[in-house]
């Protein structure tokens, strides 16, 4: 049994497999060794714990092209490296995405439905079926009675022959719809050199086996199966994949009965139709995940190695596919939705997993070089929320060493997390606080009340592209629920997961009864064996809340399942018992999950928004004594008796709140009954500031001081030195405690946003901090700390003396200053154009103009120095 003080010790002290990983980018494959030496010290020095390679679009003339001897023998080299490190190493097993290559014939790549259309006369027709393109095959031919604007009820199925379809003469109007399944066309996206061809068709065991044979076998022999920490598959993005050769057979394997006859329901409604697409998608879902993650992940095992995917997209797949992979993982952040994340983590904790990982940092701030370490910390945070316990950066550009103008390669979406960056000596302190988190937050088990169930039948009636929908179930599934269930749970002070059909008929209705209630969001179809197993949670005890856009009537006798609006949900959620943790006042910015571990409970609580927020915090488990934990030091921060917790949280920082008997006995908690005896502005006076560039003598300066205008390329650090008398301030006697704040991070209004530098859907920290970025603090030569985060806070207690007192604070500021210098930028369009021109248009950076808009740089605030006594 797991007990307070020895939890404490691993969050003190966590174990290197749960340290961030970055994505490393290799562009071309073009790489030198003295490079990869130097990036993976990098990662290591950071605090990060290894890397996952990625082969992509080629940035220079690539001489040794993706699958060569060369190319591979570099890929060895990177990975003893980081054996020698202490680094793990993860492979992708085929470059850029979705998998695919030169090895893909026109029967191996993925295919799709296309239908033809149209409305006929009565008269006698000879259809002739060529196909228009190279691979091209009839799938089926259909004769209804009706007319575009009013479609026909019912089709029959025409047989063709030498060439043609034949139509009888007949009533008019008549509809002919003729399926035809072709290659998709899609080709591999951003792929290396070397890479380029089809994308795969993931039904197709065949195909999938090809490609393991061509591609993953050659990259695993290379480095060692023991040296790889997993393999890796990132989202599906097999765009329009619903058909695949052999899907006529399986459908009749698994219903008895040949779909070609009814294939015209999924592009016409009629009775019947939505069972005939539930069964055809199913019948997709169930190839997809024998023949693509089951052949993987069974090849995967036969090496020893873990098979880690992001399960979610096209082709078309269900949550719970992922029992048939090693490590799961989500992309997106959005704690208070069912984005992605959700949907990986749901399947973890209902799988028994104990590592959800996510693809974090995306599309962090963009443009590159923009994010920021606070922004990395929010958006963790979000990951955090949503069950998430191990971070994959996205990530780090495998780029030469800068020299002159050039910046470097940089990946063309937002993310470019490495050591070029100037406020990356902030970087370790950011690792080691989500290395704590992400230890923390694997150990016990996850406490989710709720379980909100996925529509897949309503989901599958509007699913697919002769729907004009998509083919992601996830994403389809998404705009049922809509925004406002999940939110009200999360606002009753809950949390959920997500169940599906197969998922649920693996539970027992007697436990989840026990847990809490299954919550229906908008569902119009239920399939019997659902409502059966609902029937039975309400049987054993428990409660279903059926959310419905107007009031109805309940199907059921039974006061256990209600139905009621989605305004309604949180309170009908409050009454079916205790939230896990109530949060007064209530704030919709603040979040929780809740782990459980032996007698211990633990809640990681964080601030979401751009505002500080005091409240209480109210658990629902008990014990004697409850105790916050310092994400940041790894301490005990406070402790107190059981009951409601105080709390103030500034933008983004977030708490542990440990509950247990045993926590009374760990930690050492500061001591309470201090009050603040003086405060101490830093500013000019009889001593000013002063301030030094690299190169340059220090020179005067007055606070606040933002160097954007006289220096708006400069990209890197500044030194502020200012001298005070410590006798002066408190006297012989000194203070039991020394603060030296920098102020408080203002909110951005959302209309602001534009201008400030924040573009499109990307995660952004919505403040304006006092520091712009971070800032090391050393105060008579000894460091203090490095601030990158709200709040703006440090004790220098222990590094001062009586007297003079030399205080330096050492500014970096975010990269993109550099980036939106004109000879920068004119390198970097130089090289994009240099790479289109000689190997195609693989890509294009994303929004580079606007490196520098709303950028600022500096010391923005006066410091200020608080004190206090004894009592």
Request: negative net charge; glycine residues 10%; charged residues 20%.
């Amino acid at each position: 049994m797991t007990t307070a003080a020895e939890l404490l010790a691993g969050f003190a002290a966590p174990a290197p497999e749960a340290r961030p990983m970055m994505r490393w980018w290799w562009f071309g494959p073009d790489v030198e060794r003295t490079d990869i030496v130097r990036q993976l010290k990098a990662v290591a020095d950071a605090g990060l714990g290894g890397v996952e390679v990625a082969y992509v679009y080629p940035l220079s003339t690539v001489e040794h092209p993706f699958g060569s001897a060369e190319f591979l023998n570099d890929l060895r080299f990177a990975a003893d490296t980081a054996a020698s490190l202490g680094l793990r190493f993860d492979l992708t097993l085929g470059s850029g995405w979705s998998f695919g290559g030169p090895h893909i014939t026109a029967e191996t790549a993925s295919r799709r439905l296309i239908w033809d259309v149209r409305e006929i006369g009565g008269n006698a027709l000879r259809i002739g079926i060529e196909p228009r393109w190279p691979g091209e095959e009839l799938v089926g031919a259909y004769l209804g009675e009706g007319s575009l604007q009013e479609p026909p009820v019912s089709f029959e199925r025409l047989e063709a022959g030498d060439g043609a379809v034949l139509v009888d003469a007949g009533r008019s109007p008549r509809l002919v719809a003729i399926a035809w399944s072709a290659p998709t066309g899609q080709q591999v996206k951003r792929a290396a050199v070397g890479a380029e061809g089809p994308v795969l068709d993931h039904y197709s065991k065949t195909a999938v086996l090809d490609h393991l044979r061509a591609v993953a076998e050659p990259l695993v022999e290379a480095v060692g199966a023991e040296r790889i920490g997993s393999v890796f598959c990132d989202s599906l993005e097999a765009y329009d994949a619903d058909w695949t050769s052999n899907l006529p057979g399986e459908f009749r394997a698994r219903h008895s009965r040949d779909p070609l006859d009814e294939l015209w329901k999924l592009r016409f409604d009629a009775v019947g139709a939505d069972l005939f697409r539930a069964e055809f998608y199913e019948t997709l879902s169930d190839l997809f995940e024998e023949n693509f993650l089951g052949v993987i992940r069974e090849w995967a095992a036969q090496r020893g190695v873990p098979f880690r995917v992001q399960n979610y997209g096209v082709p078309l797949t269900r949550l719970s596919a992922y029992a048939s992979v090693d490590i799961i993982e989500g992309e997106g952040w959005g704690w208070g939705g069912v984005t992605q994340t959700r949907w990986a983590a749901s399947a973890a904790h209902r799988l028994g997993r104990d590592i959800v990982s996510a693809e974090t940092w995306t599309w962090v701030h963009s443009p590159s070089l923009r994010a920021t370490p606070l922004d990395l910390k929010g958006e963790a945070h979000e990951h955090f929320l949503l069950g998430v316990n191990h971070l994959i950066g996205h990530g780090w550009p495998a780029s030469p060493a800068r020299s002159g103008v050039n910046l470097g390669r940089l990946f063309y979406a937002s993310g470019a997390l490495d050591d070029r960056n100037a406020w990356w000596p902030a970087m370790p302190a950011l690792a080691a606080y989500l290395t704590r988190l992400c230890w923390l937050l694997r150990q016990g088990r996850p406490v989710a009340d709720v379980m909100l169930y996925l529509p897949s039948a309503d989901a599958y009636d509007v699913l697919g592209l002769a729907q004009g929908g998509s083919l992601d179930l996830w994403r389809t599934a998404r705009a049922i629920i809509g925004d406002a269930i999940p939110a009200a749970i999360r606002d009753a002070g809950f949390d959920f997961d997500l169940i599906d059909d197969r998922m649920l008929e693996t539970l027992d209705p007697a436990t989840v009864a026990s847990t809490g209630p299954v919550v229906l969001p908008h569902v119009e179809r239920l399939p019997e064996s659902v409502h059966g197993w609902l029937r039975a949670v309400c049987a054993s005890g428990g409660t279903v809340i059926e959310v419905r856009s107007e009031a109805a009537t309940s199907p059921t006798d039974d006061s256990s399942w209600r139905v009621i609006t989605d305004e309604e949900l949180a309170g009908a959620l409050r009454a079916t018992g205790n939230p896990d943790l109530r949060v007064e006042p209530a704030c919709s910015d603040i979040g929780f999950v809740h782990r459980r571990v032996g007698d211990v409970d633990v809640y990681f609580v964080a601030n979401a928004g751009a505002e500080t927020r005091r409240f209480s915090a109210a658990p629902r488990a008990s014990g004697s004594r409850w105790q916050l934990w310092d994400p940041q030091t790894g301490r005990v921060t406070e402790e107190g008796d059981a009951g409601a917790v105080p709390l103030e949280l500034a933008p983004y920082e977030a708490a542990v709140l440990v509950l247990g008997d045993g926590a009374a006995s760990v930690g050492s908690a500061p001591e309470a009954g201090t009050v603040t005896a003086g405060e101490h502005p830093l500013g000019d006076g009889a001593r000013p500031w002063t301030v030094a560039f690299p190169g340059e003598d220090a020179s005067p300066v007055v606070l606040p001081h933002e160097w954007s205008g006289e220096r708006p390329y400069f990209a890197g650090t500044a030194t502020y030195e200012h001298v005070f008398d410590a006798t002066e301030l408190w006297g012989d006697e000194p203070p039991a405690r020394v603060e030296l704040d920098f102020g408080e991070a203002e909110p951005v209004r959302a209309g602001d946003a534009a201008e400030r530098g924040m573009r499109g859907a990307s995660f952004r920290a919505m403040v304006q901090p006092p520091i712009r970025e971070i800032a090391v603090v050393t105060l008579n030569g000894v460091e203090c700390g490095t601030l990158y985060a709200p709040p703006y806070r440090l004790d220098v207690t222990d590094s001062l003396r009586p007297g003079d007192n030399v205080l330096r604070i050492t500014i970096g500021n975010a990269t993109a200053a550099a980036l939106a210098a004109p000879n920068a930028a004119r390198s970097l369009e130089a090289d994009v154009a240099a790479s289109h021109e000689q190997y195609g248009v693989r890509f294009r950076m994303q929004d580079v103009e606007h490196a520098a808009d709303g950028l600022r740089s500096g010391l923005l605030a006066v410091p200020t120095l608080r004190w206090e006594a004894s009592r």
